[in-house]
């Protein structure tokens, strides 16, 4: 879990002590964040508890677009802010060759944000920007 969140603080700048009031526990190859009293419930056997925060690899970790936009809006660096059009191009699954290059941009996975709202995360690479918005949560039109 240290790992998870030290990695939130050196790319996102995530401060870690915004989820000290949860519980993030590990099933498998994913991760989950949940209050405390739900980490602790016995009575029955559900099938998740909480809420999926990011699966994890050997190497990195990517996080679910639900926890992007519960915590995204405390990231202060790798973040790509998008206007109207790209925002609605974003949340439909396409990847986007941005106007302008963010030069503070690290490439590799980023937080997408319109106005103050996380959209989710997307993985930034020579200028374009690739949704990585579940297929199962596009937007569609």
């Keep these: 879990m240290e790992q998870f969140l030290k990695h ?11 989820l000290k009031d949860f519980k993030i526990l590990k099933f498998g190859d994913e991760l989950f964040i949940m209050s405390k009293e739900a980490a ?5 056997k559900p099938m998740q508890r909480g809420i999926r925060m990011a699966k994890v690899f050997k190497h990195s970790s990517k996080l679910s ?7 995204g809006k405390f990231a202060k660096k790798n973040i790509i802010q998008l206007d109207y059009d790209e925002a609605l191009r974003f949340a439909q699954g396409f ?5 302008s290059q963010p030069s503070e941009i690290v490439e590799g996975l980023v ?19 690739k949704s990585r918005v579940p297929r199962s949560q596009v937007l569609r039109t």
């Design 95 to 99: 990847e986007l060759v941005l106007r």
């Design 111 to 129: 937080i997408v944000k319109y106005c103050e709202f996380a959209l989710g995360i997307g993985n930034y690479k020579e200028g374009k920007l």
């Design 40 to 44: 602790i419930f016995k009575e029955l």
């Design 8 to 18: 939130l603080a050196d790319n996102f700048a995530i401060n870690p002590e915004l």
């Design 65 to 71: 677009t639900s926890s992007i936009q519960l915590f």
